[in-house]
């Protein structure tokens, strides 16, 4: 009886697992979508832009990181 409790929270764990993937498979591709409609060359700040693509950025005195909301994050250093 433990082995089938045990192997239905498997199941369950998996299912929300696969769910988590799907959704953040969904937001990338939205993110990419609206990526390539957009101009590909960029000669002013957009705000609308940043707003979609950043979560926040950290300055630090050797270093930026911008962290996206794919949950990519990129370091520039100085």
Do not use: Y
């Not at 045990?6 to 998996?14: D, K």
């Not at 696969?18 to 990338?28: C, P, Q, T, V």
């Not at 950290?58 to 520039?76: A, L, M, N, P, Y």
């Amino acid at each position: 009886m433990e082995e089938i409790l045990l192997l239905r929270e498997q199941q369950e764990q998996n299912t929300m697992d696969e769910a988590a993937k799907a959704e953040h498979r969904d937001r990338i591709q939205a993110l990419c979508s609206f990526i390539n409609s957009q101009p590909r060359t960029s000669t002013k700040f957009d705000g609308t832009l940043v707003r979609k693509l950043l979560k926040d950025v950290k300055v630090c005195d050797v270093f930026i990181e911008f962290r996206f909301k794919s949950g990519t994050s990129v370091i520039i250093e100085k």
